[in-house]
């Protein structure tokens, strides 16, 4: 599987793979993976996120605390092939929020 062109069977592998740890250990409930000009996009419904230090306990915190972003790419790079990686996109943040979805952008690195 070619990373560099992120094609559809990596894109779809990767849904598999976070679907699969969603389901084990819950996180959200709603969410999306998208994929345009060879990046990767993960868009959580922010207020339905399970694990969200603001939205669920009310933190009132500089800054974002969320483990998703590090998370995720952590347990996908896991189990990608050899050779296919994602990274946090460099020069952004890892979460960045916009129209009720908290977004996680990634490139193959």
Known sequence: ???KDGNESTLDNIKSIFDFFNNELNLV???????????LKLFVKSDLCKVCPKGLGGADLKGSLCIIPHLSMH????YLPAGVKITLKRDEPALLKEHGNCISNYEFG
């Open 1 to 3: 599987t070619d990373s």
């Open 75 to 78: 347990l996908i790079n896991h």
């Open 29 to 39: 409930k709603e969410y999306s993976i998208e994929q345009s000009d060879g990046f």
